[in-house]
């Protein structure tokens, strides 16, 4: 024979449907069932912490500056020329006519 025993789950709600055996009897062949009055235990807190985001939209001016870099580069090309200079040497030989 099966009694209802209460119990508390971990969430300390009230459940019942549970059986309790307290013991057996030598002489029978069924166990012997006995219910139990429940406890009243102390209360106990819970603490549920909840976070709550926001989004808070900032307007945030960005300024793209745009920096142009001119570079010349010089390459120079050689242009040869050339020059010719002549050298007049006079030599006199030995004259006769002094």
Not at 5 to 20: A, H, L, R, V, W
Not at 44 to 49: A, F, L, P
Not at 60 to 75: A, D, E, G, Q
Request: glycine share 2%.
């Amino acid at each position: 024979m099966e009694q209802n025993k209460f119990e508390y789950n971990k969430d300390m709600t009230y459940e019942s449907g549970m059986s309790m055996n307290m013991g057996s009897c030598d002489n029978c062949a069924q166990p012997q069932t006995m219910m139990c009055q429940p406890i009243q235990e102390c209360p106990q807190e819970r603490v549920c912490h909840r976070y709550i985001c926001y989004e808070v939209p900032h307007i945030m001016p960005c300024n793209t500056r745009i920096i142009n870099h001119h570079i010349y580069r010089h390459t120079y090309t050689p242009c040869f020329t050339s020059c010719e200079e002549n050298v007049v040497s006079n030599v006199y030989d030995r004259k006769c006519c002094f």
